[in-house]
């Protein structure tokens, strides 16, 4: 669970995880057959503890859980409250805590989320058979999509830190999101790569090796060196590894890593020409991260919804995508807006657009920035 962690530390770790799964398991009913899943870098045999001097350690990245079921899905309001109650009990900063049915594993679609699920996590309470029925996807079964989702995950990550920047967290906390939204931005941009060339792997050990493996790569070469620096510091939670301990200054480097290699990316991906953003919700509309078949579908059970808010059918009128295909067309939009280290400056044509996309009308000042990445960070974390 722990990299290189000490015996005690992995005891440890593993005790306080199995009273958590047993009290996540009580609370929602779950029954035999069902299971609580331990992924992400814990999952992996990767995650971090920070070492204090003089101090016990103390769990450094996220605890990711997962419940797989058979009955009906946990309301996401038990699932909020549970969060709350699992990063007390575990020590951490976050817990995030998802359910699936486990009917639904079979026949899904290759994701990076279950080709990690699959070969490189745990179970903590429950069946150890409850993921025999996800598909065994390979590094080659991975859509480019995955890439782009790569980004943009991170890139709301870094909306919701510069959000924070801008709200005047506590220096300390700051401090931590900044230091791990510089890591997974710089990450995103290498794992991407691998990715597009069937070398992605679920373990960052094994990453690191297929970072140098492609640096002749074009787009690798001034990568590789971050990319190294960027996952050690996942991995073992030293700060050395940073080429900055300023807030501002990690955030800054992490927007430019981003906007880097994210436009490159989706230019190949998408086979379109992104020479400014406001170019790429268009794009997005035309190569979007979902089938033909099912954006049509959830398109039409969206709008049902909400056939009765004029509103709401005249923002799907000027962009014509929901859920993360909508946040990905205007993720750029707000994210690349603010200029400068943090947000001393905007680019008002690009919250223009934005506003005219989500709000229908023209805008572009700060309290527009404001409103419009709030809404779009909801829910991210740095």
């Not at 038990?78 to 699936?100: I, M, R």
């Not at 931590?176 to 991407?192: E, R, Y």
């Not at 919804?305 to 000027?318: I, L, M, Q, T, Y």
Request: positive net charge; contains cysteine.
């Amino acid at each position: 669970m722990v990299y290189r962690g000490s015996p005690e530390e992995q005891a440890r770790i593993l005790f306080a995880l199995k009273n958590a799964a047993r009290s996540v398991a009580e609370k929602t009913g779950l029954t035999d057959g069902d299971a609580v899943v331990l992924t992400g870098g814990f999952g992996r045999g990767e995650g971090a503890l920070s070492r204090e001097p003089g101090g016990e350690s103390r769990p450094f990245n996220d605890f990711d859980l997962l419940i797989v079921g058979s009955k009906t899905p946990v309301p996401g309001r038990v699932l909020n409250e549970l969060k709350s109650d699992l990063a007390a009990a575990l020590g951490a900063d976050y817990v995030d805590l998802g359910y699936v049915r486990a009917s639904s594993l079979a026949g899904a679609e290759p994701t990076v989320f279950l080709y990690e699920l699959k070969a490189a996590s745990r179970v903590v309470w429950g069946s150890e058979r409850v993921l025999d029925a996800v598909p065994a996807f390979g590094p080659s079964d991975l859509p480019l999509t995955e890439g782009t989702r790569f980004f943009l995950n991170r890139g709301l990550s870094l909306l919701s830190l510069l959000l924070m920047i801008q709200s005047g967290k506590d220096a300390v906390a700051l401090r931590k999101s900044a230091a791990s939204a510089w890591s997974k931005a710089v990450l995103a941009a290498g794992d991407s790569l691998l990715l597009e060339r069937k070398l992605y792997h679920w373990s960052y050990a094994t990453r690191l090796k297929r970072m140098d493996e492609v640096r002749g790569v074009q787009g690798a070469n001034g990568l590789a060196s971050r990319y190294r620096d960027a996952a050690l510091f996942k991995l073992t939670a030293d700060f050395a590894r940073l080429p900055s301990r300023d807030p501002l200054e990690l955030f800054a480097e992490a927007r430019a890593v981003h906007e880097e290699y994210f436009r490159p990316f989706e230019e190949r991906r998408t086979h379109a020409s992104i020479p400014d953003w406001t170019d790429y919700p268009a794009a997005v509309v035309r190569a979007g991260l979902l089938p033909a078949r099912r954006r049509l579908k959830e398109s039409v059970l969206a709008l049902a919804g909400k056939v009765f808010r004029p509103a709401e059918a005249a923002r799907f009128a000027r962009l014509p995508l929901f859920g993360e295909e909508r946040r990905l067309a205007l993720l750029p939009l707000l994210l690349y807006a603010a200029r400068g280290r943090a947000s001393q400056s905007l680019e008002a044509r690009y919250v223009e657009a934005a506003c005219r996309l989500e709000l229908g009308r023209t805008g572009g000042g700060p309290g527009d920035w404001t409103l419009l990445a709030s809404r779009l960070a909801t829910g991210a974390h740095p």
